[in-house]
């Protein structure tokens, strides 16, 4: 079994879209956190499944909410890079990268 990270930036992410939502409409919030969830669970079981996407990473829709899962896993570690809203420049993400 692989370890499963969250770079500090996507925790803060996630975090916010769950009050966002929880704000926003009673129960929202929760359905968001229940579709992050599933997208990781299949993420975890198919690592390989999600869409390719720059430096190496992938990327997973979350059902029903304009938002990836942006992912890179590798044999030891699955790292979460980014919840990244459709709406925002694609690649915002890719400066969490050293080196880039």
């Known amino acids: 079994m692989t370890a499963l990270r969250f770079l500090p930036q996507a925790q ?3 975090l916010h879209e ?3 939502y929880s704000a926003a409409r009673p129960g929202a919030g929760a359905r968001f956190q ?3 969830e599933d997208a990781l669970a299949l993420v975890q079981a198919h690592p390989s499944g999600g869409a390719p996407s720059p430096q190496g990473t992938r990327s997973m ?3 029903g909410f ?3 899962l942006v992912y890179r896993s590798s044999a030891t570690e699955l790292l ?3 919840i990244a809203p459709h709406r925002r420049k ?3 993400w890719l400066d ?3 080196g880039r």
Do not use: N, Q, T
Request: proline fraction near 12%; avoid cysteine; charge should be positive.
């Open 34 to 36: 229940a579709a992050f």
């Open 80 to 82: 979460i890079v980014a």
């Open 61 to 63: 829709l979350l059902k």
């Open 66 to 68: 304009p938002f990836s």
């Open 12 to 14: 803060a992410e996630l």
């Open 18 to 20: 769950v009050a966002y």
């Open 90 to 92: 694609p690649g915002y």
């Open 96 to 98: 969490r990268f050293p």
